[in-house]
């Protein structure tokens, strides 16, 4: 079973920040935090992962809260490319295998 | 960023034929590689692990003499869908992960599956 919760739909203004939250109560302490999205009939792609410090890429950010068990992946400037399925993912940092949850679907709005 | 490829996109087949459908890593060896399924608006399933040179790992409700895994070599996985239904049908995607590049796994664009 996935061990996250998000929430199954978000709407975000072309432009503006995406925040998107995950919790994830139950990690364990050698499991890290990846985020992945699935643009419609595509294969997932990643977009970043942390383990306990806040992160940051060209892509996004993600906040890690201190007792880890929650997160949210910041789109800092959303566009109409960025709509898609969002999943947050818990997993020890050498697996390959992954768990999908439902995800969120966030829809960028001109 | 690493490059896996699927073939064929899609595909229509009859019920009761098999199909094949190939997983490549195009820039890396992989000697694991992953198998989901995804039906409409539903999240991704991982139905098994693949392992090269050595039988694949089904999850709990997969029937493994339905699908048929193969990986006989280190860039290359198959999976087969013998005796095919339309309740197959489906979006089939693989993933592997580059050994000593990071922790992200790589997708394939995925496989849609039709079987009328």
């Known amino acids: 079973d996935a061990k996250t919760t998000q929430p199954p739909s978000m709407d975000c203004a072309e432009g503006r920040a995406a925040n998107l939250p995950c919790n994830h109560s139950t990690i364990s302490g050698n499991e890290y935090v990846y985020w992945y999205r699935q643009i419609h009939s595509q294969g997932p792609q990643y977009i970043i992962h942390g383990l306990k410090n806040n992160e940051t890429n060209e892509m996004a950010s993600l906040i890690i809260t201190e007792d880890r068990k929650s997160s949210t992946l910041i789109l800092p400037h959303a566009t109409l490319r960025d709509t898609a399925v969002y999943y947050c993912?818990?997993?020890?940092?050498?697996?390959?295998?992954?768990?999908f949850g439902q995800g969120t679907t966030l829809q960028v709005k001109p | 960023g690493a490059v896996v490829s699927q073939h064929p996109s899609w595909v229509i087949c009859k019920s009761g034929t098999s199909v094949k459908i190939e997983c490549r890593s195009l820039d890396f060896q992989a000697t694991t590689m992953f198998w989901y399924r995804q039906f409409p608006k539903q999240s991704l399933m991982l139905m098994a692990t693949s392992n090269e040179g050595s039988k694949a790992t089904y999850e709990q409700g997969v029937e493994k003499d339905k699908f048929l895994i193969n990986h006989a070599s280190l860039t290359l996985s198959t999976l087969t869908v013998t005796s095919a239904h339309p309740e197959d049908s489906s979006f089939y995607i693989c993933s592997a992960r580059p050994p000593g590049q990071g922790p992200e796994a790589f997708f394939g664009q995925g496989t849609r599956l039709t079987v009328v």
């Open positions: 993912i818990v997993r020890p940092y050498n697996t390959g295998k992954l768990i």
